[in-house]
């Protein structure tokens, strides 16, 4: 058998990274390059530090109050972290889709032209709202109603509405938090489709608890631990494919194969 | 540890492999014995061992399949899972082999052997010899040993030789003789058969231990 392990483009370099949530250190020197138009997944028991990680790349962590970042994560030949760097600007190129589906209490229409309108987009809303649906493959089902309330739609459409309200001010990356674990088998099917036919266009990041569908969806696959002082880092990253069959690392078959004591 | 039913279902996976390793031997063993002492009984009892074999061989992939089916295992335990079937298979394929000798035993029926064995007798007990050490090397995910299951497998190929042209000169030297030394020929083809099954299964240990496919020369 042989692993493809080809080198993309890289999208997002991330240098030394650490994270500190006041005196807590979170993630210890994390380096690793995320590849343009592949997917790359972020894998771990919980509390190692894999969200913070997925927050870093568009600056979410900003949020928290006493969080201090150490290190760089470079994009586009800037570090997102450098003074100069208006997170908003970072948070229109890099789009988020968080764990539970969350709507805002508008009309589907809104939800997708909201980002656009903060934007001060002043093109033709209709159509930037049709391409964001049809490329979140949501299109079809709301054609007809897009005025109902987003809240009308099921759990695996208004999590598809959030992916066409991120995609929608047209980012180069996409970040995913554990996108599927409010939804049931069949929408879960058809978000990880729509992730497939992404990445064509976009650079992914997606933080799983899901080992199969990390295995199904990603083409890079990062495993994360924290040690004894739950401080997170980064054990093992290489293909997918060599990840979920002979991992480098005796830490990461443990984890993947459920037998982490 | 997590995760110790899946462990245990994976021990009951194994078990049965080492029954039905037993099993082949025996119908290995007996089927040459047979052939040796003209004791058609004992081939038919061998030719009855190969439905045992089929039994736990449709088990025992009823079982890996569920197991993939439920547990979706990665990496270790999915190559466990994967060689467990491979393994099963070339099983029960030596014990269709070894049957095959049994039948051709019956159908030599019970007359005098052309001459007296030598090489076949030489020939199983190399077989059983390399079964049981590839299934040694297979249960212990011993590399090196597999490894080495292997070059007994040319000693085998010398004796298959060596059968096949003192059964040619016989055959020659009185044409009469050509239906029982065919006959033994196709032992001798299955016992070699058998042999190189035991390769395979040294090779599935490799996969087991390194993730490769690799054919040994």
């Known amino acids: ?261 | 540890m997590p995760r110790e039913e899946f462990d245990k279902a994976l021990d009951e996976l194994q078990e049965t492999i080492e029954k039905v390793q037993k099993l082949v031997e025996k119908m290995i063993i007996d089927s040459v014995k047979s052939l040796e002492n003209r004791d058609m009984d004992l081939s038919n009892k061998v030719i009855e061992m190969d439905d045992e074999v089929d039994k736990y061989r449709d088990d025992l992939e009823q079982k890996a399949i569920f197991l993939i089916a439920s547990e979706q295992p990665l990496a270790t335990d999915l190559r466990k899972i994967i060689t467990t079937l491979r393994v099963i298979m070339e099983l029960e394929r030596m014990g269709d082999y070894a049957e095959g000798i049994a039948k051709i035993n019956l159908r030599i029926g019970e007359t005098e052997l052309i001459k007296p064995l030598i090489d076949i007798p030489s020939m199983s007990k190399k077989s059983i010899e390399m079964m049981r050490n590839c299934m040694k090397a297979y249960k212990n995910t011993d590399v090196k040993l597999a490894e080495s299951v292997c070059r007994v497998d040319d000693e085998v190929d010398v004796l298959k030789d060596r059968v096949i042209n003192e059964l040619l000169q016989i055959m020659m030297k009185d044409p009469s003789s050509s239906r029982q030394a065919t006959y033994l020929i196709f032992i001798a083809h299955n016992l070699e058969r058998i042999a190189d099954r035991s390769t395979n299964i040294a090779e599935d240990t490799i996969f087991l231990a390194t993730g490769k496919s690799r054919s040994i020369d």
């Open chain 1, 1 to 261: 058998m042989t692993i493809e392990n080809k080198i993309n483009k890289v999208s997002l370099k991330v240098k030394d990274l650490s994270v500190y949530y006041g005196a807590f250190k979170a993630l210890e020197e994390i380096s690793m390059d995320i590849e343009e138009n592949q997917v790359t997944a972020l894998i771990g028991p919980s509390g190692c530090g894999k969200s913070t990680l997925l927050r870093c790349f568009n600056r979410m962590n900003d949020l928290f109050p006493n969080t201090k970042i150490e290190g760089q994560i470079i994009y586009d030949d800037i570090d997102i972290y450098s003074q100069a760097i208006d997170p908003v600007l970072i948070r229109s190129k890099i789009g988020m889709v968080f764990q539970k589906p969350n709507p805002f209490p508008k009309s589907i229409y809104d939800n997708v032209a909201f980002g656009l309108k903060i934007n001060g987009f002043v093109g033709n809303y209709d159509e930037e709202v049709e391409r964001a649906l049809i490329q979140s493959a949501l299109w079809e089902e709301v054609k007809d109603r897009l005025n109902d309330n987003a809240f009308s739609l099921s759990g695996g459409q208004q999590q598809r509405l959030c992916m066409a309200r991120a995609l929608a001010i047209r980012p180069d990356v996409i970040l995913l938090d554990e996108p599927t674990s409010a939804l049931d088998p069949i929408a879960t099917v058809k978000i990880e489709d729509l992730i497939n036919v992404l990445k064509k266009d976009y650079t992914i990041i997606i933080v799983t608890h899901n080992m199969q569908q990390a295995a199904r969806v990603s083409d890079k696959t990062a495993f994360l631990l924290s040690g004894e002082n739950r401080c997170g880092k980064l054990i093992e990253m290489d293909a997918t494919e060599k990840i979920f069959t002979t991992p480098f690392k005796k830490e990461t078959e443990d984890y993947i194969t459920g037998r982490f004591s």
